[in-house]
């Protein structure tokens, strides 16, 4: 199960988080170049990424916890003070993504890229609270030095040098994308014209 959980850390790091990056670049591009790249292509691989991804964690999920009840604490976290906004982020994660099996909204580049935001909304939750939190620790004592400011400076350029890695990393993988499928697509006419 370990290594099922590793696997899936990594694709979440590599892809799922770079999502609304490939999207909002995809965007760009149709808008700029219309309909000279397959842009409703790699809109569809994404889309079938997101379902399968959506698939396998839910499954891994269910089995984690039929094997490992204490380690998920489903009941807890669905039934405590915070029910509303574990469901929301339970639901946006499962069910949210289940609805691009519907051709006509998974063929919009804004519905697509409100999924990969829904998948991945506890994350960016989680991220926000820990930047509000560090910004208003007032508790602490500052002893007339700094330090405070300091790692708060340093926070936000931590976060800001994570958003531009995701998006850097976003507009890489939409690019090899486009070019592999524009490769696909010269190599059929080639082979048609011949």
């Not at 946006?92 to 919009?108: D, N, R, V, Y």
């Amino acid at each position: 199960m370990e290594i099922y959980k590793r696997i899936i850390e990594i694709i979440d790091a590599n892809l799922i988080f770079c999502l609304i990056p490939i999207i909002l670049t995809l965007i760009f591009v149709e808008l700029i170049f219309k309909n000279r790249f397959e842009t409703r292509k790699t809109l569809n691989l994404i889309r079938w990424t997101i379902i399968i991804y959506t698939l396998v964690t839910f499954a891994l999920y269910l089995i984690g916890m039929a094997m490992n009840p204490d380690e998920y604490a489903f009941i807890n976290r669905a039934t405590g003070p915070y029910a509303w906004a574990y469901w929301i982020m339970f639901l946006g994660a499962l069910i949210l993504p289940l609805t691009l099996f519907i051709k006509k909204l998974a063929s919009k580049f804004w519905y697509v890229a409100l999924v990969a935001f829904g998948m991945k909304s506890g994350m960016y939750f989680e991220r926000f609270v820990i930047i509000v939190t560090s910004f208003h620790r007032d508790y602490l004592p500052n002893n007339g030095n700094t330090e405070l400011d300091n790692r708060n400076v340093e926070l936000i350029d931590l976060f800001s040098f994570g958003i531009g890695m995701i998006s850097l990393q976003g507009v890489i993988i939409t690019i090899l994308t486009l070019g592999i499928f524009e490769i696909i697509k010269r190599k059929k006419t080639v082979h048609n014209t011949v």
